[in-house]
């Protein structure tokens, strides 16, 4: 039986090993941290007891290898599935304007969505169905060097349709600007959410935190098809010797005893281990801060699971019933800010869109992962490395190699199936 060594817990990390696993190879995981779950985790506040994820994140129907490895370890119940694509926006003083698409079949569901989006004007529906009539037939190489904003500016999307349906939807999807974001990318992300189907475009959210709903049961799965997890345990140095790995140097041991090695960590992470003769196509990521701020209020009459809030910095508020959980996306401009005034500015932007009132919270928890995507920018698409490197038994993974994905949950599981399939082909 063949052996791996899988390094790194999290998506990427998780799916590569339950895959191995589900096909007979022999697996051992090493995590640098105490925990599973890399970027995406959770734990319990110590105030509250309230499990909280570090970030959160939402699925959607056309994560077709993430819903393949939430299915393989066990995991899907662990999800709740919209039948249609159902997204409640938000204008000032609780102006909501459904984004539904639960009548008639689809395609014409997703036509009378948009067609009944009361936060546009008539002629502005028109202008976005438009865009994706043009969308169906359009080339990547006519999107060659050109960014969002330059391609909704081509597409004479004006700037009504851009706060309320475009910047939520790049914000969503890709983690940044639209000035910032490749149109390439964008365009192809659309395809897969419009064009493949009903369920494509449905959102999915984790019906627990994050460490249960996937983390455990990858961990059970693993163990149980005679994988071994290691936590808290640190890779050095690769030792390299005729275009072979044949050592791993960690904090704690020497390992020798696999045929193939793994790599399912941050490009951050991969550069500070040591090694000789490993040549890698590096690309310099820039990083785009995510903000995530969980408030505790003394009552909640909030009826739906999530708003997104237009033209609002706060992008999404989710509804955990116990607290809600703010996303601020492409959230730079807010590093050098303090708690305090971050917070003041979800308690106010609260109160303008869903009339909280700020007395009514009673704690609070912001949590800020200032790497938490890589910018999806022309340049960068054309610099991410594949899964093979010029060491034979060598294999990347991670959301940032090319899979043709921006820095998603999809794209690093992605890379843990496309290592998995490099490693079966040899």
């Known amino acids: 039986m063949k052996k791996v060594l899988v390094i790194g817990g999290g998506f990427a990390g998780l799916s590569a090993a339950s895959f191995l696993a589900a096909n007979n190879y022999q697996v051992e995981l090493i995590e640098s941290s105490p925990k599973l779950g890399g970027r995406a ?26 819903i393949d490895f939430l299915k393989l370890i066990g995991a899907e119940e662990n999800l709740i599935s919209q039948r ?23 395609p014409f569901n997703l036509l009378i969505s948009i067609l009944k989006y009361s936060a546009l004007k008539f002629s502005e529906r028109i202008l976005i169905l438009k865009f994706f009539l043009k969308l169906f037939f359009q080339h990547k190489s006519d999107l060659l060097d050109l960014s969002v904003s330059d391609w909704l500016d081509k597409q004479m999307q004006n700037e009504n349709t851009k706060k309320a349906f475009w910047n939520i939807l790049v914000a969503g999807a890709l983690n940044c600007s639209a000035e910032k974001a490749s149109a390439q990318m964008f365009a192809d992300i659309l395809k897969e959410i419009f064009f493949r189907g009903n369920f494509s475009s449905t959102i999915i959210l984790p019906k627990y935190g994050l460490s ?16 071994l997890i290691h936590l808290s345990e640190t890779v050095q140095e690769l030792i390299i ?14 390992i020798t005893d696999f045929d193939f090695v793994i790599t399912a960590i941050p490009l951050f992470a991969l550069q500070k281990i040591k090694s000789s003769s490993l040549q890698l196509q590096i690309p310099e990521l820039e990083y785009s801060t995510i903000l995530t701020i969980h408030l505790w209020l003394k009552e909640n009459n909030l009826g739906k699971a999530f708003y997104g809030l237009i033209d609002s910095p706060v992008h999404w508020v989710f509804n955990k ?41 009673t704690h609070h928890k912001i949590l800020k992962e200032k790497r938490a995507a890589f910018i999806p920018s022309n340049r960068i698409n054309s610099e ?12 990347l993974a991670g959301d940032w190699i090319d899979t043709g994905l921006p820095s998603t949950i999809e794209s690093a599981v992605k890379s843990g199936k496309i290592a998995c399939v490099a490693i079966e082909g040899h």
């Open 41 to 66: 985790y959770s734990f319990s506040d110590s105030k509250t007891q309230t499990e909280i994820d570090n970030g959160q994140h939402i699925l959607m129907g056309c994560y077709n290898h993430t």
């Open 384 to 395: 991410r490395p594949s899964t093979i490197t010029n060491i034979k038994n060598l294999f």
């Open 212 to 227: 249960e709903t996937y983390c455990e049961p990858a961990m059970k799965f693993i163990n149980k098809h005679s994988g």
């Open 241 to 254: 010797e005729n275009d072979r790995i044949t050592k791993v140097v960690t904090n704690k041991r020497n």
């Open 321 to 361: 019933q116990s607290h809600l959980t703010l996303v601020i996306s492409d959230a730079d401009y807010l590093n050098g800010k303090s708690k305090e005034e971050i917070l003041d500015l979800a308690a106010s932007e609260l109160e303008k869109f869903l009339l909280i009132p700020k007395d009514l919270i």
């Open 84 to 106: 249609n694509l159902n997204v409640n926006f938000v204008e000032k003083k609780n102006q909501i304007h459904p984004l539904s698409a639960d009548r008639f079949f689809y």
